[in-house]
């Protein structure tokens, strides 16, 4: 049975949590300091260094759910049988598009807050290393569709490109005040054209420059 203390502890975490994402969100990471996460969380900042060390230890919290389940439902998708390699890459850029935009207030710390190289396997960051393991599953979506003879470099340059574009597309409507539903069914169309167009110019490019090798 969970005791009185440990149902406030658990309070008191959610409560910092809350509070560490509603600031972040509404004025950036770099601008919010721990003591004003305490006090909108209702607690003392020694309180907040009993569970979080630092603000990067909240930031990694609070993406940390988020992202392994966006992991996880790429990965579902890349190990289906049944499915196309383009069809996979269809799926796998609405998931994230449909992810980013329903985290839209979170998008920037999810992805980008305190971030290296997107390609980078050597970070120490447990948040950067689940953002790397994002893009590789990325980058495996896309290889799948290019020419198996493709260098590694060339295939890596085309999934870079394919993600910036994604990110252009959620990007321009990371700070739109429509409901994600009317949003999505309004667009939806349009995103599933995007990556048509992406799909299409990664392949047809890939193509042109092996036949000239």
Known sequence: MVSKQELRSEETKRAILTAAGELFAKRGFDTVSIREIAKAAGCSHTTLYIYFKDKEALLHQLAEGP??????????????????????LRKVSLLFIWFSLKNQNMYTLFFMTKASRIDEESSTSQLQKLRTHL??????????????????????????????????????????????????????????LAVEVMLAGCKQNASRGEEKK
């Open 67 to 88: 992202l392994q389940g966006l992991a996880q439902q790429i990965e579902t998708t890349l190990e289906s049988d049944v499915q196309s390699p383009e069809d996979k």
């Open 135 to 192: 893009f590789r599953l990325l980058r495996q979506a896309v290889s799948e569709c290019l020419p198996a003879s493709l260098k590694e470099e060339e295939a890596l340059a085309y999934a870079r490109i394919y993600f910036y574009t994604l990110q252009g597309i959620v990007g321009t409507y990371t700070h739109s005040e429509e409901p994600l539903e009317s949003l999505m069914e309004r667009l939806t169309p349009t995103f599933e």
